[in-house]
């Protein structure tokens, strides 16, 4: 009777993030997130850092060589079918995981890349060495989703006076669609995020939910990448993620005084 049942499996998504020992961002919000929604992450820590629920107090990344080693014994192994990129810790890590996302591609030439990028903790600590835009430039370019915030999208863009020249911006790098998430808006009831692509913009309209969360851009960019490797079409795993996301702070709960983690195991 065993012998005859068909064998479980799911598609894998190779992540590349930061350890927050907290728990709420990171590494973990991606495990967790890509998990519930039905793939399973191969996670491969690019920093080690020093923080709590509200604060990062110090970030130090992984030397490039063991992060470039893990992926390639993982790829060796087992099927990638999504990456997805959250800090990077410094150049030379974005270079690394950049070799081998080329790797990758050049037996899978479409898959899904989801970059996230963390500039900064919520309290404005820089989450790589140096300039953190200059350290994760080299990945926009093979990116097949940005997800920055509005005040990322700033940074990386500076010149760009509104999201949509931003977004062009991003995609003239190369980046092949850009979502930007609203939560840092002004809008005290409403969050808007805004997806360019190729074949124009939407937006969507979210509750704004009532505190701050702890990992919310890890556990969205997370979701997404996911779908995506689960053979979704870019829209669709947009929406899916965003309401899956949105369910999750909604379920948020909390571990100490300040930012509230977002309930992605209750999901």
């Not at 919520?122 to 005040?151: K, Q």
């Amino acid at each position: 009777m065993t012998g005859n049942m068909k064998e479980k499996s799911r598609h894998c998504v190779l992540v590349f993030s930061g350890l927050d020992p907290s728990g709420g961002a990171g590494i973990s919000a991606d495990i967790e997130a890509i998990g519930a929604v039905g793939a399973h992450a191969l996670p491969v820590v690019t920093a080690l850092t020093v923080q709590d629920n509200d604060r990062v107090y110090a970030v130090n990344p992984v030397d490039a060589a063991i992060i470039s080693r893990q992926a390639q014994v993982l790829a060796g192994k087992i099927p990638v079918s999504a990456v997805k990129v959250g800090i990077v810790g410094n150049r030379d890590n974005a270079v690394a995981i950049g070799e081998v996302i080329s790797e990758l591609r050049r037996k899978q030439p479409g898959l899904p890349v989801v970059l996230d990028t963390v500039l900064g903790s919520g309290h404005g600590f820089a989450l790589a060495d140096g300039t953190p835009e200059y350290a994760l430039s080299p990945l926009i370019g093979m990116a097949t989703l940005v997800t920055p915030n509005l005040p990322e999208a700033k940074r990386l863009c500076p010149l760009a006076k509104d999201t949509r020249k931003q977004a062009e911006y991003l995609m003239a790098q190369g980046a092949a669609n850009v979502l930007i998430k609203g939560g840092h808006g002004e809008d005290a009831d409403s969050v808007f995020n805004q997806w360019f692509g190729a074949d124009g913009m939407k937006q969507w309209k979210w509750r704004r939910l009532p505190g701050e969360f702890h990992g919310t851009g890890c556990t969205l960019a997370s979701a997404i990448a996911a779908y995506l490797a689960q053979g979704l079409l870019m829209e669709k795993a947009l929406e899916k993620g965003q309401v899956w996301c949105q369910a999750a702070l909604e379920k948020a709960f909390s571990i100490a005084k300040g930012q509230k983690i977002p309930g992605r195991q209750a999901c």
